[in-house]
């Protein structure tokens, strides 16, 4: 269905001091094509809304108390004025002041002031509707203009008479008389009314639907504007062509065509230009099915007719065909509705029977079936009184027609017979010139005869050409129906594909108006407030809110920043925490785009936003790494200097000690010293190394536990000795160390060594910041019946303790507390924090008390869980082992490491041979069946531990490998089992480690334990 388009006719210029305005509704050609759409023919359908402007006369600015209160009219210049001034305001003080003008000029009669009083009665009459009295009015003033010799004004007043007989639907007198006003303008050289003439032409053949012509017209007009720069009628003749552009289906031209037109509004202000522009825009985009760029142009019109007090009925009857574009049924209802009480202030009848027709079909779509039969019955009787309204015009047409002929007929008959008695006298007066009359007579009749045929073959031929035409343009029609059919079906599912991928994007979109109600969404944005399934099309935030209160915070929180964005006046850029609906918050990068119309109010605002919580996350992941790196920076240079004293001291006593045993002079007992020192020394090395190891795989996340059933009493019980062993070796003997424990504990399943590491590195601080008195250890078990039972590690002792100040530095890396240049305390600043993550890692926590120069309280708590230890085989120790008879393979790369498993292996009586890379190893195994064992190590030359023991597994799957590496993460043990290795051994190794291992794997189970 075609929209109602908007066509402004601009009447010829009638130059000072009067003007013309009529707004004329419906003509009969708009009825004929109402009555003809309704009964179902083919005809094209519209509604055409005309306005006449001739140069409309705009007051001073002063309102009516002032005219009357300080103007007194004196002549009758005075009234033509007053009459001018209320001509746009008041019809009635009109009529009255231009009667009074010419009453006054009668008085005096001057033929240019009755002139001028005749031709503003007439448009005062114009404008009352009575137009066949304004024609008899513009008649006097053109005799008194002609006696002026005023061509102008004649000019103009034949402009009226067209613009008059228009309004009478007679098209013929209106061309006659348009055209005599062009042909006096054109001599006269006055572009102006040259152009409105043009565009009043064009404007006529619009009503006849006859386009090429009024194209042609329309094109002349706007061309003399261009060359007056006469920017409003330039507005005119463009939005005319538009028109005429839309009427031919060239949308996209007709959309380029409107788009010049606001802009020339814009720059005039011309708010109703500007609006009916818009209006025309709206339409072509309902007929391209384009319903938000309809939208976008409806809703500013709407709001300039609602300004300016003019009708807003086709305003909203676009809204509502937009809504119905949208399948927004109930909105659609509402703007016919406000369509239908704007047409009953602005009275337009065949306006009206379209909205009713649109309201029928939107009440039976929404399925109220009793307001659709309400909705028909008012239709019916608007359409019966429009369709009276055509029949009484066509037949008055028509009898006017008949009344002409009639005339010409009677006209024909009195010649006749005024020659028949001219005839009769001439007979009578000259007989002698009957000839020579009759002669006359029938060449008299044989003219009339021609010219009665000539003016019947010129109709009938213009009625075939209209014939024809009409044929031709049903036909264009109903192709172009099936073409827009097609293209709409086509932007339907391209408008289906972009809603698509607007909804697959994960990034929040939504666009609300100039007063934050939201227009439209993606899915989205919908999932994070939860609106998906509430109608939240025109609400805002606050009101979104009430109806989600999970998400009023967030929802009110947008509102604030929505109203920054509008306060910034720009693109807003930022980061904006939004709780979602399962209460988790997401951090957003959100841009805000505010939109505004050119006058600077406000018209939307598009919001896009895109999930920033993972970057967020990451990047403050970062910052804590970054932080934490720089603090390990800070204690680098401390810690490497510490670390140089902790490795360079055991070092040196290995070396030093090393070197003084090549003197074969020392005593027995002098070299057992020595060798005391060096294993010390190594020991210390090793817990250093295991310290540094430790945090690396914490550092990595990989520390791993290994709970296993352990009786706490024996094991702090083991603690207990080693301590008094360590203190004693320290020379610190005079401390008292006690050991408190419960009597009798259960089995506990926990990582057994992970808890002496941290029962150690407790006591080995204790002991080296202890001098006299004390050193306390132990441990107690708490119970509770509503939660799991837990176990409480404690190290007490009566050092120097640590200054308050300090004591949140405690459990930091490569961190000493105690930096005493008088006394110097050894250690690398790891073993607390070593603790600290251990404890952690265990589900526990750690508490310390200190008070300096009186002692310190370090307080363990873990989770207890009960474990039955299984029942202890009862075995011989083992104090010496022997593998005579036994044949080993050592597959080892360094000399030093082979000497020395070959010097344990060959003094418990074993065979050795040895493969240097794992190739070696596994062509000795195939060659030598009868190998009782195999020690692999792993880092190897030409082919690693893993791959060589896997080749060997295959064809020697009985043979027992051992594992002897370097490697000392956690995870290296179960790499080595899962290659297919039976056991695993840390270096460095130790004879009383080796050999029990070696013993267990070679040991059948009926065997005995040889000693």
């Known amino acids: 269905m075609r929209a109602t388009p908007i066509l402004f006719l601009i009447a010829s210029q009638i130059i000072k001091p009067y003007s013309m305005k009529k707004t004329k509704l419906v003509t009969q050609k708009t009825i004929l094509n109402v009555v003809l759409k309704m009964t179902g023919c083919t005809v094209f359908y519209r509604f055409l809304l005309s306005f006449l402007f001739v140069l409309p006369f705009i007051g001073n600015g002063q309102n009516d108390s002032l005219i009357t209160n300080n103007f007194n009219p004196e002549s009758v210049e005075d009234y033509l004025f007053l009459s001018k001034s209320y001509i746009n305001r008041s019809g009635e003080k009109t009529l009255l002041f231009s009667n009074k003008a010419l009453a006054m000029a009668k008085e005096n009669p001057v033929d240019s002031l009755l002139a001028k009083a005749y031709k503003s009665v007439g448009i005062a009459t114009y404008y009352s509707g009575d137009y066949e009295m304004a024609i008899l009015y513009f008649d006097s003033a053109l005799v008194y203009f002609k006696q002026t010799e005023n061509y102008q004004e004649i000019a103009n007043i034949y402009n009226n008479f067209g613009i008059c007989y228009s309004e009478l639907s007679d098209y013929l007198k209106a061309v006659e008389f348009y055209r005599a006003a062009l042909d006096m303008n054109t001599e006269l050289n006055n572009l102006s009314s040259i152009g409105h003439l043009n565009n009043n032409l064009g404007s006529l053949y619009y009503e006849l639907m006859a386009y090429n012509q009024a194209m042609d017209y329309f094109q002349k007009a706007h061309k003399w504007a261009s060359l007056e720069q006469d920017k409003p009628f330039m507005l005119t003749t463009l939005n005319n062509i538009g028109l005429i552009q839309q009427s031919l289906f060239d949308y996209e031209k007709a959309l380029n065509t409107f788009s010049q037109c606001i802009q020339l509004a814009n720059e005039l202000n011309d708010d109703l230009g500007l609006a009916n522009c818009q209006l025309n825009k709206g339409n072509i985009y309902i007929e391209k099915k384009l319903p938000d760029s309809a939208f976008a142009n409806f809703l500013p019109a709407l709001k300039t007719y609602e300004d300016a007090d003019v009708s807003t009925a086709l305003a909203w009857l676009g809204i509502g065909r937009t809504h119905q574009l949208n399948e927004n049924h109930r909105q659609a209802l509402t703007a016919f509705e406000r369509a239908l009480q704007d047409i009953e202030i602005f009275t337009n009848p065949a306006l009206k029977i379209d909205i009713l027709k649109e309201l029928y079909y939107t009440w039976e779509k929404l399925g109220n079936i009793s307001n659709a039969y309400q909705v028909l019955k008012e239709y019916h009787i608007v359409f019966d009184t429009v369709k009276s309204l055509f029949d009484s015009e066509a037949v008055a047409n028509l009898q006017a027609k008949f009344d002409v002929d009639n005339k010409l007929k009677e006209i024909s008959i009195l010649k006749e017979e005024k020659d028949a008695q001219e005839k009769l006298i001439v007979e009578q007066q000259i007989k002698n010139s009957v000839s020579r009359v009759m002669l006359l007579i029938t060449l008299g009749v044989v003219i009339l005869l021609f010219t009665g045929i000539l003016i019947y073959y010129r109709a009938s031929m213009r009625y075939k050409k209209i014939s024809a035409e009409l044929s031709l343009q049903n036909r264009l029609h109903e192709e172009a129906r099936e073409a827009l059919a097609n293209s709409n079906q086509a932007l339907a599912a391209q408008e289906e594909l972009l809603r698509t ?218 603690l207990y000795d080693q301590f008094l062993n360590l203190a004693n070796l320290k020379d610190k003997s005079k401390l008292h160390i006690f ?255 080796l050999l029990p291992v070696l013993f267990e794997m070679l040991r059948k189970p009926e065997d005995s334990i040889n000693t």
């Open 501 to 718: 991928l607007i909804n697959a994007t994960p990034d929040i979109i939504s666009f609300k108006d100039d007063k934050g109600r939201w227009l439209e969404s993606n899915d989205a944005n919908l999932e994070l407030f939860g609106l998906n399934d509430v109608d939240y099309k025109l609400k805002t935030n606050i009101e979104l809110a009430a109806l989600n209160p999970k998400q009023e915070k967030s929802l009110l929180d947008c509102v604030i920043t929505d109203e920054i964005c509008w306060q910034k006046n720009m693109i807003s850029i930022g980061d904006e925490e939004i709780v979602n609906m399962e209460g988790e918050v997401k951090v957003f990068d959100v841009i805000k785009v505010p939109l505004y119309y050119e006058d600077g109010s406000r018209k939307g605002l598009i919001v896009l936003g895109r999930d920033l919580t993972m970057r967020k996350n990451a990047e403050n992941k970062l910052n804590a790494a970054l932080h934490k790196a720089e603090e390990s920076e800070r204690f680098k240079a401390a810690f490497l200097s510490n670390m140089s004293h902790e490795i360079r001291t055991p070092l040196n006593a290995v070396v030093g000690f090393s070197d003084l045993l090549d003197d074969d002079a020392l005593s027995l007992e002098t070299r057992r010293n020595y060798i005391k020192y060096i294993h010390e020394s190594g020991d210390a090395l090793l817990s250093l190394i295991g310290d540094i190891i430790d945090l690396s795989l914490i550092e990595a996340g990989e520390l791993a536990l290994y709970p296993e059933p352990v009786q706490l009493n024996d094991l702090f019980q083991s």
């Open 739 to 993: 050991c408190a424990m419960p009597t009798d504990s259960e089995i506990y399943l926990v990582d057994k060594q992970r808890i002496k590491q941290i029962m150690i590195n407790l006591f080995d601080n204790a002991l080296k910041y202890t001098d006299k008195g004390s050193i306390e250890i132990g441990f107690s078990v708490m119970k509770y019946e509503d939660k799991t039972p837990e176990i409480r590690l404690f190290v007490k002792d009566s050092g120097i303790g640590i200054p308050e100040e300090k004591q949140h530095l405690l459990f930091n890396r490569f961190t000493k507390l105690h930096d005493n240049k008088k006394k110097l305390y050894a250690g690398t600043g790891l073993g607390l924090s070593i603790v600290k993550q251990l404890v952690v890692l265990m589900g526990g926590n750690i508490e310390v008390l200190s008070i300096e120069n009186s002692g310190t309280a370090v307080t363990i708590t873990l989770p207890a869980h009960a474990a039955i230890l299984p029942k202890k085989h009862e075995e011989k120790r083992l104090e010496r082992y022997t593998f005579t008879g036994k044949k080993f393979l050592v597959v080892e790369d360094v000399d030093s490491n082979y000497d020395l498993l070959r010097v344990i292996l060959e003094s418990s009586g074993a065979y050795v041979l040895r493969a240097c890379n794992g190739i070696e190893a596994v062509e000795m195994s195939r060659d030598n069946p009868d190998f009782d064992l195999i020690l692999m190590d792993i880092q190897l030359p030409e082919m690693n531990g893993y791959i060589a023991t896997a080749e060997i597994k295959k064809f020697r799957p009985e043979v027992p490998i051992i594992a002897q590496t370097a490697f000392a993460m956690a995870n290296e043990k179960e790499a080595c089992i899962e290659a297919g290795c039976d056991g695993y051994i840390a270096k460095p190794i130790k004879a009383h480690l």
